[in-house]
């Protein structure tokens, strides 16, 4: 998985996370913190504008403000967005997070492609 993959697959993942706030939030007025968060992500998700400077504080407000939702948000888009994102993670999960991303880089620099869940799942049992 190259770069570009890989971009592709977390910004999929931000688009079904997207959509599972929003649906969380659809009952909720318009001018409600939760919903305009849900729409924020929506939009991130669908514009990826200014992806790396928006998504991390949007997470952040997500961990902080609503930590009961924080499940929700799948753990590869803490390590994807970095910085104060890995905040959010245990040190033995950045460096399972930095062991996959040496996979994926190796595969990628010889024209192969790494499944991500089945490096993971190898990770796990290898523990």
Same mark, same amino acid.
């Not at 919903?35 to 902080?64: C, N, Q, W």
């Given at each position: 998985?190259?770069?570009?993959?890989?971009? $592709?697959? *977390?910004?999929?993942?931000? %688009?079904?996370?997207?959509?599972?706030?929003?649906?969380?939030?659809?009952?909720?007025?318009? #001018?409600?913190?939760?919903? +305009?968060?849900?729409?924020?992500? %929506?939009?991130?998700?669908?514009?990826?504008? #200014?992806?790396?400077? %928006?998504? @991390?504080?949007?997470?952040?407000?997500?961990?902080?403000?609503? @930590?009961?939702?924080? @499940?929700?948000? @799948?753990?590869?888009?803490?390590?994807?967005? $970095?910085? #104060? *994102?890995?905040?959010?993670?245990? #040190?033995? +999960?950045?460096?399972?997070?930095?062991?996959?991303?040496?996979?994926?880089? +190796?595969?990628?620099?010889?024209?192969?492609?790494?499944?991500?869940?089945?490096?993971?799942?190898?990770?796990?049992?290898?523990?």
């Amino acid at each position: 998985m190259n770069d570009h993959q890989y971009l $592709g697959h *977390c910004i999929a993942q931000l %688009t079904d996370f997207a959509s599972r706030l929003s649906a969380q939030a659809a009952h909720l007025p318009h #001018d409600d913190p939760l919903r +305009e968060l849900a729409e924020a992500f %929506t939009t991130l998700a669908v514009s990826g504008k #200014d992806l790396y400077a %928006t998504g @991390p504080s949007l997470i952040g407000r997500l961990f902080t403000t609503y @930590p009961e939702l924080a @499940p929700m948000l @799948p753990r590869e888009l803490l390590w994807f967005f $970095g910085g #104060d *994102c890995l905040h959010f993670m245990p #040190d033995e +999960e950045i460096a399972q997070h930095q062991r996959l991303e040496e996979l994926r880089l +190796e595969a990628a620099a010889s024209g192969e492609v790494v499944d991500l869940k089945k490096a993971r799942a190898g990770l796990l049992d290898s523990r």
